[in-house]
Structure formats: C-alpha cells, structure tokens
C-alpha cells in the first residue's frame, strides 16, 4: 500500500510578466503626423474603457452574493456604466469572486482566454486573492494571481458592494495611469495553469518580501515551522471496547422490521450508533430487498479509510487495513406523520484493502455518482461500476485526498 | 437621377437619424430601468450620464475582434452587418412627413415585412456561424419565432392596407389625415390590429417578453454569445434600430404617422408628431419589458398560433366587410 | 443604358449564386446560398417593374422558404452533425443532363420570333389584383385548399410518433454502446498498473441474477458488453 | 436586356437545377435545386408578363409561389420522416419499400 505520490509534472511558473505588445501600435505611434491624431484618439478610447467597465462575473461562493448585490439597487454598479454580461467574450473584466479549486482553475483560466484583449482581472475577497483559510487545503488554489494576472485585489470576506465599486474605481484610475502606453498584455500560454507571478508576498512563502518588518517575518516563520495536521499514523484511538460481538439484540433506534431481514443476510450484530456490517456477499440481496420494501432513495453512501491496526470502534490490534462503506436507504412515499413518515435503513460493508464493494448502481441509479466520489476521495474500488471516474478531483489527479495516508502537507497544486 | 440623389441623401439623414435615436434610446432605456428597479442609473459620463452609450461604442471599439476558430468567418462576419442593414432598410419608405420620406414605394408595406423577415436569416447564421451551442439554439428558438409571428404580423399590416386601398406608408398615413387613425376610428379591425401588430413586432425585435432567442438566463447571450467588439455592437445597436423602426412602421400604420391637427399647413409638425409617436410607442415597449418576465417557448408558440393568427385573420375579414358596407372609406 | 448593365450584373450574380448553390459541400451554405440566389431574383422582378412579385418573392422565399429548409437542416441533424457533406456522385451525369437542358432550350429560344421590349407599359399592381380576383377566383381558391392540405399533410407526416422500432433501436443501441465503452474504459483501468492493486476475489463480483435492472430499467453493464 | 436574354438566363437558372438535382443525394439538396427550378420557371412568367404588358405571368408567379411553398412544406416533413426511420436524410436510404 504505497502512499500516492503527489503529482508533480506540471507547469513550471512563468515570470515573464506583461511582454507582450501590440506591433500595430507601435508602428503607427512611429509614424509622423500621427501622433497628433493619436494622442486624442488614446484619450477617447481610455474615457470608453474606463466608463464601460463591463463585468464577467465569474463568482462561486459567498462572494458571488455581494457581485450580486452590487448591480442591485443601493449600489448600481450601472452608475458607472459597468453591468455583468453572461460570455466572456463581452466583458472587460473578471472578477473572480470565491474560492477557486484545482479543479475550477483550468476552466477560469480558459474563460479568461476566452475573453478579447484589453482585459483586466480583479481578485475578490479573501479566497480569490490568497485561498484564505482553505489555503493549505489540497484542493483550493492559494489565490488566483497564481495563474492569472491579477490587476487590483479587493480585500474582504466577502467584500461589501461598496468595496467592489471602489475596486472598479482603482481599476479605471489604473486604466487611465497606463493611457499613452503601448498596449501590453501578458504572455498567455497554452495548457494548464501557467503561473504568473504572485503579486502579494506570502506570508511563509519562500519569496518573502523584504519589506515586511522582522516581527511579521517571525511570526510567519514560526507558522510555517508547525505542522499543518498531523501524519494520521500518530493519531491516537481508545482501544477496543471488551464487549464481546455477538449480541444480536438490536437497538430501539433500529427498525424492527427489519432486524429479520439483516439477520437473513448475514448481520450478526446491531451496534448501538454505527451501523450493522454486512458482509460483502450479501450487499447487494440486501439492498435489492430492501428496494423491494420500499426504501428506493439512496440518502448517502460514505466511505472511511482505516490503516491496518485501526478501525471504526478503535485500535484493533493485528487488524487489516480496509474499506468501510455506509450506505443509507429511506423509504419514500406519501405517508406522514406519526404513522408513516420517513424510515432510514443503514448499514455498511468492510472492504479490505486490495477489494473491492460491488457496486449499487444497478439496484439504485442514484448510487452512480456517490459511489463515484467515494471512489475519487477515498480510494474505495466498486467493481461493475458503470463509470468509475473522478468526479470531484481533476481527471489527472493521482491519489485520493482523504485517505489516512494521504500526506497532510502534501502540496499537490504546481504553485505550492 | 434627381429622385435617385434625394433618395440618397433622404436615407443617409434618416440613417444617421435612426442610429443616433437608437443610441440615446440604449441611454433611456438605462436610466428607465434603473427606475424601474429603485438604481439611478448611468450617472458619471456626461450630464445624466447621456454620454454612457458613446462610453459603450468607445470601449467596443478598442475591443479584439474574436472569430470563433471553427466557426464560419464569413458568415460570422456578414450577420450583423445584415441584422443592421435589414433594420435599416426598413426606415427606407418610413414616412416621416409628406415629403421626407427617402423611397415613397407603393408596396411599401410589403418591403418593410419583406426586409423584416430576412433579420432573422441574419440571425440564425450568427448562431450557426459561431459554431457554439448556445448561440445554436438561440438561432433556432429565433426562427421558430420569427416564422410563427410573420403570419399575424403580415395579417394585422393587412388591416390598414385594406381599409386604405394602398400598400404605400405614405398613402396609409394621407388616408388617416383625411379619416382618423386607424387604431381609433374602425375600432374593430382597427385598435385590436394595432394591438396584434405591436407584439408580432416586439417578436420579432426579440424583446422582452419575446425575447427567448437571447434569453440570459438558459442561453448565455443567445445568438450573440461568441461576438465580441463591434460585432457586438452593431447588434447591440441593431436591435434597437429594429425596435426603433418597427415603432414607426406601427405609428404610421395604426396612429396616423405624421398626420395631426395643423400638420397639414405646418409639415415639420408633422415630423414631430412622428417622432413623438415612435418614441412612445419604444417608450411602452421598454415599459413591458421592465415590468413582465419572459414566455416559456411553448407558450409564444401558443399565443401565436391559438391567439393572434385567427384573431388577426377575423380582423383582415372586418375590415373587408368595413370597406364593402361602409361608405366613403375609399 | 442602365438596365441593361444593372441586367447584366444580376444575370451574372444569379447563376453564380445558383451555381454556388449546387457546388456548395456544405448544406447549411447551400441553402443560404438559395436565399441569396431567391434575393436576387427578387431584384431582376424590380428590373422587370413586377414590385408586388418581388415583395412576395422575398417575403414568402427568402422569409418563408429558406428559413423553413434552415430549420429543416437543423432539425435533421445532429448538434455536432450539421456539416453536411453533400456528395456529387453522378457528376458525369449531371453534366450531361443540364448541359443538354441547356442547349436544347437555347436553340428552341434562339430560334424563336420574341418582342425585344415591352409592347405596353408595365402591369399595375391594382390590375393583378383584379385579375387574381376576377377572372381566376377559382384557381386562387383552389390554391388556399391546396395550401391547407399541404399543411395539414406536412404536420401529420412529421409528427407521427408511432413509428416504434426504428427509433426505439436507436435509443437503446445508443445507450448500449455507451455501456459498453464505460465498462471498457473501467475493464482498460483495472489492467493498467495502478497505485493500488487491481480488484482482487476478495469483494464478490455480481452475481448475474444481481445485476438484473430492477427499479431503474437502466441496462445492466454486463449484458451489454456482451 | 430583352426577353429572349431572360429567358436564356432562366433557362441557365433551369439548368443548374437540373445538374444539382442529377448530382444530390440528400433529400434537401434535391429540395433546393427544385427550388432553383421553380425559380427559373417563374423568372419565364414574369418576363413575358413585362414583355407582354399583361398581368397574367405575375398572377401565375404567385400562383407558382403558393405552390412552392406547399411543396417546401411537405418535403421537408418527409425530409424529418426519412431522417426519423432511417436516421440519414440521404435519398439512398429510401430504396426499399415497407409495406
């Protein structure tokens, strides 16, 4: 069982910065006599961008709200002529507001090249600009300017609408501070996440700026020294408790009716708060059956990942390493109240390491997709599955990230 | 030769004149919004911030001009200049006051739902040449619209024409300064036309609540999703001059065009009148779409086809039988 | 002078237009090509002082006609699938039965005795009315039924549903060879060296009287990569 | 521009019909180069009604109009049918019959 090797053949960063400029407009600046014309013209066209700010949004949480709310009335953003328009082929800027995931990254990136040139980027709030405190997560992007070229960042978690307005405001003064400039633009590269360079210091970054004071760089290194979690092998469990198994005695909290039909398949034992495991071969007939009595929605299907020597009730000593998968099944139906209403039936299955947890896609459609994240975050195999891809993770990820021997700080991201 | 250069010259004033009204209309129709929704609206560039959609053309301007890489460059690039030329081509024999009008056709009527329905071949090849699937949809939403709501809307143009005896604009506007408006005086065929020829029109500018070809909320930017810069902004303005022009197609029709009280001694009242009446009739167009949200497909479909057709084809009957029973019509 | 420039032009446009039509490889251009072709047609009737015909002509084809073959590609095709490839496979063929089309009518007009201007001024408008409406009321009426039964026919024939199989075999081939490459794609996954070992006897694999569809009808991926 | 100059460039436009219909195979092709032959047919009308100073050619054309647009209809809605059984628009695919 070999810990997964963080993936590490990715994009190197790339500091050229903004190179690139129109050859166009050089050469007609060049030219006599224009630059009579141009100078006004130049003058014209920055009063247009400035005024004309239009807004891709490209929101995925909280911060999401507030972009909401500043087109709205109170704030209106139209008062300076900026509205959010729906392609990135209208907008000016992006305003990334929310945290932005390994997995959103490549997507913004490409909305961002979908977008026609001039264009600026404004960070908004906390995730966009550093990640924030999902910032050692492994797959949050420790802030956008990582693969874009971030022009103005709007502190804030979240920012209030008035806070992007004066965002949008820096924004066109910087648009007018660079008016009789060449248009420069930056490099924009193919394929993955091509990192620009960070434009805030980070704190614990080993590019650290020299202007923070000592006292900060202290702080900072000592926050960097201490161990973002712990390696799971250290963690400590209370041992097992001496109760022997075998009490078939099930909890009121269980269904009667159906303690028959587990036993039927095999549960030996009703635990009081953690679910009776069935054993692997039987999984399916259950959940057939259990279908056929009426609980056809699948609530949820939740994995857990135990090293050899733990377990769900502990340290076991000497046992494997495995697989626990907890399935849940409601009944569905018109009945209410204290008659009918809702019935939960749980159980689970150990699937030892190397195994694999017949799929419930077949039985229960909606077993698809649950069993496909379990599969991708915590490395549970299903076999017959229909269509065992990642789901949450990009599809070149190695690894599943809650595995307990998922390295804690292993930094999976190019830029870590 | 001397009908040909007044032509010229008449269209290039009238040209200019539908554009630079569909610019100042982008402006109101911000502000009117705004209103609308408690916002003031435009405030920073120029008083009242009346400069906003120079701002707009400004920055367009200055914008990249993109070109889907597999799409089809031609036609991406002819769609919206023959969106605006249609919406254009349709202000030609829009009767402004008796003599201003830039070609006084004598099927005049004709023309104007001839060049109308080819906007929407414009803009399905928007959507097919962008080679994306939203603005492929937008695209055929707007054809199955466009073809349903030609009928009523030809049928309804139908009414005036009958009643008058011609199908230039100009003899259907000195037909109503001799009677009265056609929206007011056969009240039959004359007022429910109006009603039927002002919302085949909204449908067919693709505005609120018809505007299921753009609509933002399922299809991005609609036919327009891949367009960028002037492109962009030729349909932006487009579709303004398509409203525009389709409100005083409906004024000269329905409301009497240029004809009033003293227009006939004084013709530049006349052009004020026109004016006035199509920019009120824009005015209630930017009202509905403020105030109603949009119709499923389904249910455009069914107004038009259950609703306006047989509506609009009793009226073209009323209207015979006006023409047939009461004197002194023709 | 004027005309016979302004004839010249449109004579040249329209049988490039056409030609374009029937040489286009692509049908959406071939159609919009005939609107183009429609359109300037339109515009020869102008030159021919036939106002009304050029209005009809280009509100009932270019608007009508042509959008309605536009959306009869669209809904012919496939998203993906709207580059039609339209083959010339006679060409020889083709060739043939135009260019002896061609002749034959050139001869037969050349030959003949025709005025070479109008021998009065041109028909009014008011008088076709008179004419559609007088002496060929008949005709006209008869065409409104024709119309209605072409409609009529053209909606029960496209939306007949119950054609049953032919679809339905679509549906469920689609579906199947979906099935098959997912558990291809899984089968190609489980063999290729991967961090963990491959799905090893311990888990039971479904028994298949287990991996019957039940609830859902979806289709088992056993029975289909079979 | 005299009539028999309209009427070779009709019977060009009939020509280029007649080669497209020979060369298609889909079923919206052939629509479209029979469109083209209508068209030719109609220019013919409303030639010798200018030549002829009558209204009868144009009476004829929007007669001929009205048709075409019937016809349109229904071969587009056998166009769909074809494409519905056979999944293909081609002409090829219709050989056999089916009761």
Not at chain 2, 115 to 137: D, P, Q, R, Y
Not at chain 3, 86 to 102: M, Q, T
Request: aromatic share 8%; with cysteine; hydrophobic share 50%.
């Amino acid at each position: 069982m070999g810990v997964d090797k963080p993936r590490t053949s990715l994009p190197l960063f790339d500091e050229g910065g903004r190179s690139y400029e129109h050859p166009l407009y050089d050469k007609l600046l060049s030219m006599p006599g224009l630059s009579v014309g141009v100078a006004p013209l130049d003058r014209l066209l920055t009063w247009g961008l400035t005024n004309s700010l239009w807004v891709f949004p490209m929101a995925t949480s909280c911060c999401g709200i507030e972009l909401m709310a500043a087109a709205a009335s109170r704030v209106d953003l139209d008062r300076m002529g900026t509205f959010y328009r729906g392609t990135p082929r209208q907008g000016d800027v992006m305003v990334v507001a929310g945290t932005i995931t390994v997995k959103m990254a490549p997507r913004v990136k490409r909305l961002w090249e979908q977008m026609p040139e001039p264009k600026w980027a404004i960070a908004m709030g906390s995730c966009a600009i550093s990640g924030d405190f999902y910032r050692d997560l492994y797959p949050v992007v420790p802030g956008i300017d990582t693969f874009l070229p971030v022009d103005v960042y709007i502190p804030g978690c979240p920012p209030n609408p008035e806070s992007l307005m004066a965002g949008l405001l820096e924004l066109a003064a910087k648009i007018r501070s660079e008016q009789g400039k060449p248009l420069t633009a930056p490099v924009q590269k193919t394929g993955g996440l091509v990192a620009t360079k960070p434009s805030i210091a980070r704190i614990g970054d080993p590019e650290r700026d020299p202007s923070l004071s000592d006292q900060q760089m202290e702080a900072a290194s000592r926050a960097a020294e201490s161990p973002v979690a712990r390696p799971a092998e250290e963690l400590e469990m209370p041992p097992v408790p001496e109760t022997a198994p075998g009490t078939v005695a099930a909890p009121p909290t269980f269904a009667p009716e159906l303690v028959e039909l587990f036993q039927a398949h095999g549960v030996v034992d009703f635990p009081k708060d953690a679910p009776p495991v069935v054993p692997l071969a039987r999984h399916v007939a259950l959940a057939r059956a259990l279908v056929e009595r009426g609980y056809k929605q699948l609530v949820y299907v939740v994995a857990s990942h135990w090293l050899a020597g733990k377990g769900r009730s502990g340290n076991v000593a000497g046992g494997p390493e495995h697989h626990e998968v907890a399935y849940g099944l409601r009944t569905v139906g018109p009945k209410r109240g204290a008659e009918g209403g809702s019935k939960l039936a749980w159980w689970s299955v150990r699937v030892e390491a190397g195994g694999a947890a017949p799929t419930l896609a077949h039985v229960i459609a909606g077993a698809d997709w649950q069993e496909r994240e379990q599969w991708d975050l915590v490395g549970v195999r299903f076999s017959g599955h229909p269509d065992l891809r990642r789901l949450m993770m990009p599809d070149d990820w190695s690894g599943h990230p809650l595995r307990k021997d998922y390295p804690a700080d292993a930094h999976t991201a190019p830029w870590r | 030769m001397s009908a040909l250069l007044r032509g010229f010259v008449y269209g290039l004033l009238v040209v200019n004149a539908v554009l630079l009204t569909s610019a100042v209309n982008i402006w109101f129709e911000r502000k009117f919004s705004a209103r609308m929704q408690s916002r003031v609206g435009p405030t920073r560039v120029g008083p009242l911030g009346l400069l906003q959609p120079f701002a707009d053309v400004a920055k367009l301007m200055s914008k990249e001009d993109t070109v889907p890489a597999s799409g089809n460059r031609v036609l991406f690039t002819a769609a919206p200049l023959l969106a605006t030329v249609c919406a254009l081509a349709a202000a030609a024999v829009v009767p402004f006051t008796p003599d201003v009008v830039a070609a006084d056709l004598d099927v005049g009527v004709l023309w104007v739902l001839a060049v109308g329905s080819i906007t929407t071949i414009a803009i399905f090849m928007a959507g097919w040449a962008s080679n994306n699937k939203f603005a492929l949809l937008g695209g055929m939403r707007s054809i199955a619209q466009a073809v349903s709501y030609e009928v009523p809307l030809v049928l309804s143009a139908m009414v005036p024409v009958v009643l008058s005896g011609t199908m230039s604009l100009s003899g259907i506007v000195t037909w109503q300064s001799e009677h009265l408006w056609i929206a007011a005086w056969p009240l039959i065929p004359g007022l429910p036309a109006f009603v039927i020829f002002f919302l085949a029109m909204t449908a067919e500018a693709n505005r609120i609540p018809f505007d299921i070809p753009e609509a933002e909320s399922e299809l991005v930017a609609g036919v327009t999703t891949e367009y960028s810069g002037m492109k962009f902004a030729l349909f932006y303005v487009g579709e303004y001059a398509h409203t525009l022009v389709g409100s005083a197609i409906a004024s000269a029709l329905f409301l009497g065009g240029w004809s009033g009280p003293m227009a006939a001694t004084m013709p530049w009242l006349g052009l004020v009148y026109m004016v006035v009446k199509t920019l009120f009739l824009f005015f209630m167009i930017t009202w509905v779409r403020w105030s109603l949200v949009r119709f499923r497909s389904d249910q455009l479909l069914a107004i038009c086809w259950k609703w306006l057709v047989p509506i609009s084809v009793g009226l073209v009957l009323v209207a015979a039988l006006w023409v047939e029973l009461v004197p002194g019509v023709h | 002078m004027i005309t016979t420039i302004g004839f010249g032009l449109l004579a040249a446009l329209l049988v490039g237009s056409a030609l374009y039509v029937v040489r286009a490889t692509n049908l959406v251009h071939s159609v919009l090509g005939l609107g183009v072709t429609l359109s300037i047609t339109a515009l020869l009737y102008a030159l021919l002082e036939a106002n009304f015909v050029a209005g009809v002509q280009v509100l009932l084809y270019v608007g009508g006609v042509v959008t309605l073959m536009i959306f009869g590609v669209m809904v012919t095709r496939r998203h993906d699938g709207i580059v039609v490839r339209s083959d010339s496979a006679n060409e020889v063929r083709g060739l043939l039965g135009g260019g002896g089309i061609f002749v034959l009518l050139a001869l037969s007009i050349l030959e003949s005795d025709l005025p070479s201007s109008p021998v009065g001024p041109a028909p009014s408008t008011a008088s076709l009315a008179s004419e559609l409406l007088g002496p060929h009321v008949v005709a006209f009426e008869a065409l409104s039924m024709l119309l209605l039964a072409a409609i009529v026919g053209a909606i029960v024939i496209a939306r007949r549903r119950d054609f049953g199989e032919p679809r339905q075999d679509l549906v469920t081939r689609a579906r199947a060879a979906r099935e098959a490459l997912r558990v291809e794609a899984l089968r190609a996954e489980a063999e290729a060296p991967s961090p963990e070992p491959a799905a090893s006897d311990a888990a039971e694999p479904p028994r298949a009287d287990e991996a019957l569809p039940s609830t859902d009808g979806s289709v088992p991926a056993q029975e289909a990569s079979s | 521009m005299t009539l028999t100059t309209c009427l070779l460039l009709a019977s060009a436009l009939f020509s280029v019909g007649v080669y497209g219909l020979l060369t298609r195979q889909q079923l919206v092709a052939v629509l479209v180069s029979v469109e083209l032959m209508a068209n030719a047919a109609n220019i013919v009308l409303v030639a010798f009604s200018h030549f002829t100073a009558s209204p009868l050619g144009q009476v004829f054309t929007l007669f001929a109009l009205a048709i075409t647009v019937a016809e349109v209809a229904v071969g587009l809605a056998l166009a769909l049918l074809l494409y519905r059984t056979h999944a293909s628009s081609r002409l090829d695919a219709a050989k056999e019959m089916n009761g």
